[in-house]
């Protein structure tokens, strides 16, 4: 059969399934066309593009129920009560397997990163997840703007949202990162627990993604352990971040929290924005 038609068809298929018809399309085609090339037959490439979707997806760490969501945010930034957006906040970071973990040490986690880059004045949040929800407690003025990236349709939906009826610009973008790395220039980006998951999908694409991003500082989260806590992964996430930044001209650092150790990067002055 034609590479193309081939392609077309397993794409069909996998818009068939409820899970993905509003997935970005351009990741669907990434995946099948690579396990195309890499499987002997177009079933197999079918399902080794699942086993990666669901690495992408990652329902396993949790979620929010989205219209659920939008109605309580809608309730919370209406409240007279100063305090219900950020309780509100809390629950959704509580919803999530990476947020719920940083949840104990949020706002020390927030005065570090920004003590090494100082006060930014734009920030990328790639494959961000639940993250941007984290912003009551950054402390940054509502005139930084706040860049936010994610496959997920409705995630971004109730971002845009929260980021509104918080005073700030509703900059969060349905994108897929690793295909198109945003090219805003900023003083700060943020790729936390992700880089680790994005090795899965495309073995070594950490290197040419931050290359490719023209910020300041970059700040990669990534874990300590395994879920389930058996294994320690400290030093596959430290060969991980050495092999990506081998050869590159960029000053680099860590941070050791309770669960995550966060990599940072600065790659020099950039030149501002046009």
């Given at each position: 059969?034609n590479?193309?038609?081939?392609?077309?068809?397993?794409?069909e298929?996998?818009?068939?399934?409820?899970k993905?018809?509003?997935?970005?399309?351009e990741t669907?085609r990434?995946?099948?066309?690579?396990?195309?090339r890499?499987?002997?037959?177009?079933?197999?490439?079918l399902?080794?593009?699942?086993?990666?979707?669901?690495?992408?997806?990652?329902?396993?760490l949790?979620?929010?129920d989205?219209?659920?969501a939008s109605?309580?945010?809608q309730?919370?930034?209406s409240?007279?009560?100063?305090?219900?957006?950020?309780?509100?906040?809390r629950?959704?970071?509580?919803?999530?397997?990476?947020?719920?973990?940083r949840l104990?040490y949020?706002?020390e986690?927030?005065?570090?990163i920004?003590?090494?880059?100082g006060?930014?004045?734009?920030?990328?949040?790639l494959a961000?997840?639940?993250?941007p929800?984290?912003?009551?407690?950054m402390?940054l003025p509502?005139?930084?703007?706040?860049?936010a990236?994610?496959?997920h349709?409705?995630?971004?939906?109730?971002?845009?949202?929260?980021?509104a009826?918080?005073?700030?610009?509703?900059?969060a973008?349905?994108r897929?990162?690793?295909l198109r790395?945003?090219?805003?220039?900023a003083?700060?980006?943020f790729?936390?627990?992700?880089?680790?998951r994005?090795?899965k999908?495309?073995?070594?694409?950490?290197?040419?993604?931050?290359a490719?991003l023209?910020?300041?500082?970059?700040?990669v989260?990534?874990?300590?352990?395994?879920?389930?806590?058996?294994r320690?992964?400290?030093e596959?996430?430290?060969?991980?971040?050495?092999a990506?930044?081998?050869?590159m001209p960029?000053?680099c650092?860590?941070?050791?929290?309770a669960?995550?150790?966060?990599f940072?990067?600065?790659?020099?002055?950039?030149p501002?924005?046009p």
């Amino acid at each position: 059969m034609n590479p193309d038609r081939e392609l077309e068809e397993l794409l069909e298929r996998l818009r068939r399934s409820r899970k993905y018809q509003l997935l970005p399309e351009e990741t669907l085609r990434d995946l099948l066309s690579i396990e195309l090339r890499r499987q002997p037959k177009p079933a197999l490439a079918l399902k080794a593009a699942r086993a990666k979707l669901h690495n992408i997806l990652a329902d396993y760490l949790g979620d929010l129920d989205y219209p659920s969501a939008s109605r309580e945010l809608q309730a919370a930034c209406s409240a007279a009560d100063p305090e219900a957006l950020p309780q509100l906040c809390r629950s959704f970071l509580q919803q999530h397997h990476s947020t719920r973990e940083r949840l104990p040490y949020l706002t020390e986690f927030y005065q570090r990163i920004f003590s090494v880059c100082g006060p930014p004045q734009c920030v990328l949040d790639l494959a961000c997840g639940l993250n941007p929800f984290a912003l009551p407690w950054m402390g940054l003025p509502v005139s930084v703007r706040y860049y936010a990236y994610d496959i997920h349709p409705a995630r971004v939906a109730l971002i845009n949202q929260f980021l509104a009826c918080s005073g700030r610009q509703p900059l969060a973008e349905v994108r897929d990162i690793l295909l198109r790395p945003p090219q805003i220039r900023a003083e700060a980006a943020f790729l936390f627990k992700e880089a680790h998951r994005l090795e899965k999908r495309r073995a070594g694409c950490n290197r040419g993604l931050w290359a490719a991003l023209p910020v300041r500082f970059l700040f990669v989260s990534l874990p300590q352990r395994s879920l389930d806590g058996r294994r320690d992964l400290r030093e596959r996430m430290q060969r991980l971040v050495a092999a990506s930044t081998q050869g590159m001209p960029w000053q680099c650092g860590q941070m050791a929290f309770a669960r995550e150790t966060v990599f940072w990067i600065d790659k020099g002055a950039q030149p501002p924005q046009p």
